[in-house]
């Protein structure tokens, strides 16, 4: 499975911003849960959202009720839409994802970097 993520950039405070990650390869019809991380300058990389095959899915605190991540099995695409974007936000975002409903996830994408200005 290849993933191929795109969307970030300069945004201001308070802004909104969508997030795409394209799954490819040989394996990418036996994906089962994707998720969102994010890694800031200085920090460990931090999970975001996931979503199962179903359409469940679960938010960091830091981010329930301002992101909403979603998919497409269809484009083999997972969204990250983020809205009341805070400086915080800023780190660089990876899509990743998994073929079975737990364990570690064992695909990810290179990243994309969201930069929030105050």
């Known amino acids: 499975v290849q993933l191929q993520a795109s969307g970030g950039g300069l945004v201001q405070a308070g802004a909104s911003k969508r997030l795409s990650c394209v799954a490819s390869?040989?394996?990418?019809?036996?994906?089962?849960?994707m998720a969102w991380y994010r890694q800031a300058p200085g920090e460990q990389r931090e999970w975001v959202a996931s979503?199962?095959?179903?359409?469940?899915?679960n938010y960091a605190d830091s981010v329930k009720g301002r992101f909403a991540i979603s998919r497409d099995d269809a484009e083999r695409t997972v969204y990250l839409k983020m809205t009341s974007l805070k400086p915080e936000d800023t780190a660089v975002y990876y899509c990743?994802?998994?073929?079975?409903?737990?364990?570690?996830?064992?695909?990810w994408g290179q990243g994309t970097q969201v930069t929030v200005s105050s």
């Open positions: 990743a994802a998994r073929l079975s409903a737990y364990g570690e996830y064992g695909y």
């Open positions: 979503i199962t095959s179903s359409g469940s899915t």
């Open positions: 390869g040989s394996n990418v019809i036996s994906i089962n849960d």
